[in-house]
């Protein structure tokens, strides 16, 4: 099973670049998240999916869009990619709310 | 809000030789579930262990335990015999049992194992 996968592995940037990021996972998961990962800092919750169609803001969603328009694909979107965006970004899915989280390999994104 | 905090940055332990990562966590929930991931270099994150509140026994995998203590808020990580391939960054989560609420981390601790 390929699990979570993140693609692209790693991007440069220029500041007001637009580009978009790719999660997908292939066991029919329902729930879906988007974190950013900053030296010192943890993991931040960005954005996360209940389910097909659904989206909701996690605790630093500013800078970001998502989409899940496929249950097994969760989008996540800078619209004009800013310095402060440089980060490791990780996907993550889970078959309920409950459940273990299941992690991408991560982006590494980094924005001149 | 919750919040989840690691107050040791950095963990170092001699191989073979046992060490505890402390995580301690705020909430005014009384059902919730408490998790440990381990991210080795290779960025993964993996699930070491999960412990569900209203659980009184402390849950175990193999090498790893806990020590939950829930009226001190407190969800410290036994790792017994340690290995050189448990070096790596353990983060602390914490998760409420209703709704759709996700995984708060903490800041992580970064464990270096000497042989």
């Known amino acids: 099973n390929a699990g979570v996968t993140q693609t692209p592995k790693f991007r440069v940037l220029k500041t007001g670049q637009s580009m978009t990021l790719l999660c997908a996972q292939d066991?029919?998961?329902?729930?879906m998240y988007w974190y950013r990962q900053d030296p010192g800092m943890g993991l931040r919750l960005i954005h996360y999916?209940?389910?097909?169609?659904?989206?909701a803001k996690g605790e630093v969603p500013d800078g970001y869009n998502v989409s899940r328009l496929k249950k097994q694909n969760f989008l996540l979107g800078l619209e004009s990619a800013a310095p402060s965006q440089t980060s490791v970004y990780f996907c993550?899915?889970?078959?309920?709310?409950?459940?273990?989280?299941?992690f991408g390999d991560g982006t590494r994104l980094s924005i001149l | 809000a919750q919040t989840v905090t690691q107050s040791q940055p950095e963990m170092s332990v001699q191989e073979a030789e046992t060490v505890t990562l402390s995580c301690t966590y705020d909430?005014?929930?009384?059902?919730?579930?408490l998790f440990w991931y381990k991210q080795p270099p290779s960025r993964q994150m993996i699930l070491v262990i999960r412990?569900?509140?209203?659980?009184?026994q402390n849950a175990t995998e193999n090498r790893f335990s806990v020590n939950f203590q829930k009226a001190a808020k407190s969800f410290s990580l036994k790792i017994s015999d340690s290995q050189l391939g448990d070096a790596a960054m353990y983060f602390c989560?914490?998760?409420?049992?209703?709704?759709?609420?996700?995984?708060?981390f903490g800041k992580g601790t970064r464990l270096s194992v000497i042989a």
């Open positions: 989560a914490y998760r409420s049992a209703g709704g759709n609420t996700p995984l708060v």
């Open positions: 999916s209940v389910g097909e169609g659904t989206t």
């Open positions: 412990q569900e509140a209203y659980k009184q």
């Open positions: 909430t005014s929930e009384s059902d919730y579930y």
């Open positions: 066991m029919n998961h329902e729930y």
């Open positions: 993550a899915s889970n078959r309920g709310i409950n459940q273990p989280q299941h």
